[in-house]
C-alpha cells in the first residue's frame, strides 16, 4: 500500500512532474499532427532532455509524446486527409468527408475523445492485468506472427471500397515496396538495383505522406479560393455528449479492447491494430451512415484502436522487458537511460516507480483529453485558411516530413514519385490504404512464415499444432472466402446490369 | 465523360501494373540466390516476392482487359462528344493547374540542394500562391512566404533538429 501511495504521490504531489508530462503530451500531439515526424522521433529527441528528471518525470514525458503522438496524427488526417502518423490512415476515410460535410469540429471531438477513451481502457488493463497478459505475450511464436499477419491482410476486405481487385492489386503493392532491400534470411539483396538507399528498404514515411497528400495537394489546386464557413463551436460542444457515447458504446469498448490485445503482442502496433479495429467496427456499427461517408464508428474505430495500443504495449515492456511496438522500442532507451532495467523484478523490487508510471500514464491521458479539446477552436480554422496559401504550406510540410527522418533527397524523391503514381490510382479509383497494410505487414508476413517453414523443416502441418495460429488462419480463411463469392456476384451482378442496359 | 476519364485511367494505371510486375518478375527470375547448404530446406528468397508479383500481373491483366473493353463497346455511344484537339484532351484528362501546380513542386524540391530550403521556400510559395490567387498583392504573398518558411525553419532546424539542406548558409558560415 505504502508503494503505491509513494508511486501515485511521486506524480502528483511534484509539480515539474506534472509540467513536464504537459510538455511531452503537447509535443508529442504536435509531432503526430505533422506528417512525417513521428512519435518515435519526439522520444528519441527528448531522451537526453530527461536525463536530468527523475525516472518518473522522464518516462511520464515520455509517455506524454507516446500518447500525444498516436492522438496527433487525427488532426491533419481529418481536415486535410492527410495522415499525420500511419495509424492514422483510417481515420481518414470517415473523418475527411465529415470535415468537408461541415462538421469537422464533431470529427475531431469524436477522435480525441476516442483516443482518450482507448489510452484509459488500455490503462485499465495495464494496471491490473499485466502480469497475466504476460503469459499471453510468451505463447507467441514464429507460427502466431504469421498467422496473426496473414489475418491482418485479410482486412483489405473493409477497407477495399467497391473494387476488390484493385484492392488486392494495391495489396500487393504495398507488399511488393516491404519486401524491398535486404532479405530477412540470407541477407542478399531484394529489388535494390544497387541503390544505396534501397539496401535498407523504403520507409513507411514517405509512402504514406506521397500517397495521400499529392493526390490531394493536386486536387486542391483546382478547388477555388473561396472562404469556407468555420462552424461556429463552444467548447462544451466539441466532445460527445453522455447519450451519444452510450449509442456508441460498442464500437468503442470493443475496438479499444481489440487494440489493446494487439498492443500486447510483441512487435505488432498501432497500424494493424486501427485496419483490425476498423474491420470489426463495420460489423458493429449501428449507424446508418456508410463507412467512408462520415460514420463517426469509423473515426471510433481508428482512433480507440490505436491509442490502446500505448497501454497494451506497455505491459510486454514493463513486464518483460519486449517491446509492444516500435515507440516502446525507442522508450526502453528511455528506461535504460535512468537505469531501470524492464522485466519481472521491476514489479517486484520497485513497485512503486511502477504505480509512479502508470499514475504518468494517465496524467498524460487526461492532458491529451484537455490539449485537444482546447485546440479544436484552432485547428478547424486551418481549413478556413486560403486555399492558395494551404497548397503551398501542405507541399512544404510533406517535403519536410519525408526528408526529416533520414535526412537524406531520396526519401523526397520517392515521396514525389509514389505521389505521382498514387495520383493515378486515385483518379483510376483505386483505393490506398490496402497499400499502406500491404507495406505494414507483407514483410512481417514473409519472414515469419519463412522462419515457421525452417522452425517446422518443411512441415507447415504444424501450424495445426498451434490453437491460437489456427484461429487466426481459419478466421482468415473464412474472411478470404467470403470476399471472393461477394466479388464474383457483385461482378456478375454489375456484368448483368450492363448487358440489360446494352439491350435496352 | 468523367466515367470514361476515369476508365482511360484505369487502363493507365492497369498498363502500368502489367509492366511493373513483368519487369519485376524478370528481375526475380534473373537473380542469382546463393543459399548454399540450406537451397533444400528453405524458401528461396525470390519466392515469395514471385508469387505476390504473380497475383499483381494476373490481377492487372484482369482490370486492363475489363477496362479495355468497356471502353470499346462505349466508344461508338461517345462519339459525338468527343473532344478533338490534343491540348484539350490532355488538360481534360490531366489539368492545367495541376500540372503546372506538380511543375512547382518537382522545381521546388530541386532547388532544395541549390538554395536550401528557406529560400526555395519562399520562393516556391510565392509562386504557387500567386499562381492559385491572381488577384492577392505580390508582397503580401512574399512576406506570408518569407513567416511561413522562417517559421518552419526555427520549428524544424532548431526546435526538432533536422538538418535541413542550407547549402548557402554552410558556405557563409
Known sequence: MNDILTGILSVISDPAAILVIFVGTFMGLTFGTLPGLTAIMGIALLIPVTYNLSPVAGLGMLIGVYIGGMSGGAISAILLKIPGTPSAVVTTFDGYPMAQKGQAAKALGWACFSSFFGTVFSWIVLVFLSSFLAKVCTAFSVYEYAALALFGLTMVSAISGKDIFKAFLMLGLGIFLSIVGTDPVFGMQRFSFKNIYLMGGFSITPIVIGLFSLPQILKSALDKNEKHSIEKVRIRDILPKGKEIWEHKIPLLWTSLLGTIVGVIPATGQSIACFMAYSQCKRLSKDPTPFGEGNPDGIIASEAGNNSVCGGALVPLLTLGIPGDSVTAVLMGGLMIHNIIPGPSLFTKNYSLVVGIFTAMFVGAIFMLLINTLGIKFFIKIISAPNSYLVGAIVVLSAIGSFALHGVMFDVIIMLVIGTISYFLVNAKYPLAPAVLGFVLGNTFESELRRSIRLSNNNLLEFLHRPIAMVFLIVAMIVIVFTTIKTIKSYAKGKNTELVSEEE | ?173
Open chain 2, 1 to 173: 465523360m468523367e466515367e470514361k476519364r476515369t476508365k482511360v485511367f484505369e487502363l493507365v494505371v492497369a498498363a502500368f501494373f502489367i509492366l511493373f510486375s513483368s519487369y519485376m518478375l524478370y528481375v526475380a527470375f534473373t537473380s542469382k540466390a546463393n543459399m548454399g547448404a540450406y537451397a533444400a530446406k528453405e524458401m528461396h528468397p525470390f519466392a515469395f516476392p514471385k508469387i505476390v508479383l504473380f497475383l499483381m500481373l494476373f490481377f492487372a491483366i484482369i482490370s486492363f482487359s475489363y477496362t479495355l473493353s468497356w471502353l470499346i463497346r462505349n466508344k461508338k455511344k461517345e462519339q459525338g462528344t468527343q473532344i478533338t484537339s490534343f491540348k484539350e484532351k490532355l488538360f481534360f484528362y490531366l489539368p492545367k493547374k495541376s500540372l503546372i501546380t506538380y511543375f512547382f513542386i518537382l522545381v521546388y524540391i530541386a532547388l532544395w540542394s541549390v538554395l536550401g530550403f528557406t529560400l526555395s521556400t519562399i520562393a516556391y510559395i510565392s509562386v504557387q500562391t500567386k499562381y492559385l490567387e491572381r488577384e492577392r498583392s505580390m508582397k503580401q504573398i512574399i512576406l506570408i512566404a518569407i513567416i511561413i518558411a522562417l517559421g518552419l525553419t526555427v520549428l524544424f532546424s532548431v526546435l526538432f533538429r533536422v538538418n535541413l539542406p542550407e547549402p548557402i548558409v554552410d558556405l557563409i558560415f
